[in-house]
């Protein structure tokens, strides 16, 4: 081998092993996507021959024809490719956290190699952001804070870190930040406000659905006073909740937007107007709960190359026959299987009353999000709309809509040039030929995951 390419080799191990990708464009240069059609994630038809200029991480301009008169520091010819926003998944719990028990105390940890590998996934992917609904708070917070300087290469992370519920309700055990009465909250909610979460989640949850016991729930003067308190902080706020009771007694106490869709019953149009009337964004999360009776009956999705790609050939097996198993004899699964086709009624009723949803697939990888665009077309919503609920919806549920989720002049450069148009086949937001975060074309070969292995 010579030298040089005992160098590269060496190199490429050293960045592979670390986990960082240098940038190809530098601050400053100018990229142009030439003679593209563009999809703006706004929920415009497609427009063709458009040139998109990059300077740094924002788009400065978008034109109609060429754009051979504008200098460029690096040119990518468009031609016959689709450029769409990066998808936003507004709904993951970054894989790597485990428990671990201290001095007796269990607390939550996490394994940054796993994470940074799913993190890597979702790049590979498409998915140019994500939202962490609730993880190990050192974990997450510090992949975050890795992230945002540049030290690892990743989608934009927001997170919540920990769980705010009450003793014995959903999401406490595990690292649940509990609350139970005021003031004696605030000193609580102090620390947690104090990590900067992107957004507080809370949880509404009594369960007794789906084969689970009842448990307890939030009291909702509680769960007001959360909410007003994080507001006045300027956090905003989520829940998790299930039906539609809880999802409304949330709004009546200033919830600001919807982890999860209602998924234990068809909902009220009068619900659906309201979502509407009130703008709130409720996250779609399908994919969570199809997963089970998709594996126990449709192995054969995991030939699909995103998985074949992002997943070891022992996972794949791994869950080709074991988990597999496991979920078949599970009642959990074929209850799920009932009520995803409800959950997708009551989201394309949302979404016909005008109101906002928003991807999120409440699983942690980046195949996860392109199964949850899936369902949501399947839903009866068409491929455009699906794309707008995975990019500009996604920006603004995080309150981030100023600065991403659309190809717009002034927004950070956050794309996919793709070789199919997604508009016309959701399954063609996979023919991914390139992704770009933050005006940095991300080197797909590079990133630490199975198909670079090879
Ligand atoms: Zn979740």
Redesign the pocket.
């Known amino acids: 081998m010579p030298s040089s390419r005992i160098i590269k080799s060496v190199f490429t191990l050293f960045v592979i092993a670390i986990g960082f990708v240098p940038p190809v464009l530098a601050e400053g240069q100018r990229l142009i996507i030439e003679d593209v059609t563009l999809i703006d994630g706004k929920g415009n038809p497609p427009r063709t021959h458009m040139s998109i200029v990059i300077e740094g991480s924002r788009i400065v301009d978008i034109l109609h024809g060429s754009a051979k008169n504008i200098k460029a520091d690096q040119r990518i010819a468009g031609r016959g490719k689709y450029l769409m926003p990066g998808l936003i998944d507004a709904?993951i719990?970054l894989k790597g956290a485990y428990p671990e028990t201290i001095d007796g105390q269990t607390v939550m940890a996490g394994d940054r190699e796993v994470g940074i590998k799913t993190l890597h996934g979702f790049l590979y992917s498409g998915v140019t952001s994500v939202y962490d609904?609730?993880n190990a708070p050192d974990y997450i917070f510090g992949l975050r804070r890795d992230e945002r300087a540049g030290k690892i290469t990743a989608p934009h992370i927001f997170a919540s870190g920990a769980i705010v519920t009450y003793p014995g309700s959903h999401g406490s055990q595990f690292g649940g930040v509990l609350i139970d009465d005021w003031p004696e909250a605030k000193s609580t909610l102090d620390d947690y406000l104090a990590r900067k979460p992107d957004l507080m989640k809370l949880t509404y949850e009594e369960r007794g659905w789906g084969a689970r016991p009842m448990i307890p729930l939030l009291p909702l003067d509680l769960m007001q006073k959360a909410i007003a308190y994080a507001n006045d902080q300027g956090v905003r706020t989520t829940v998790?909740a299930s039906n539609e009771y809880r999802a409304r007694q949330a709004l009546s106490v200033g919830i600001d937007n919807l982890?999860h869709p209602v998924i234990v019953g068809p909902i009220t149009d009068e619900f659906a107007r309201t979502l509407a009337a009130k703008q709130i964004p409720m996250v779609t999360?399908l994919t969570?709960g199809e997963r089970y009776s998709r594996l126990a009956e449709h192995p054969e999705y995991l030939d699909q190359a995103l998985y074949q790609a992002t997943l070891t050939p022992d996972e794949i097996k791994k869950m080709k026959t074991e988990t597999r198993k496991e979920y078949q004899e599970r009642v959990w699964t074929w209850w799920m299987k009932i009520m995803t086709p409800i959950a997708q009624d009551n989201i394309r009723k949302v979404h016909e009353a005008g109101g906002i949803l928003v991807l999120g697939s409440?699983q942690s990888s980046g195949p996860s999000s392109h199964r949850e665009l899936e369902l949501i077309v399947a839903s009866g919503i068409p491929p455009l709309e699906a794309i707008r609920i995975g990019t500009l919806n996604a920006a603004r549920f995080l309150g981030k809509d100023r600065d991403m989720g659309s190809i717009e002049i002034g927004k950070i450069a956050d794309m996919v040039l793709l070789d199919a148009d997604p508009t016309v086949d959701i399954n063609n937001a996979k023919a991914i030929s390139a992704v770009f975060k933050s005006g940095v074309r991300i080197d797909r070969s590079r990133l630490d995951l199975p198909v670079n292995h090879k």
């Open positions: 709904h719990h609904s609730g998790h982890s999360t969570i409440d």
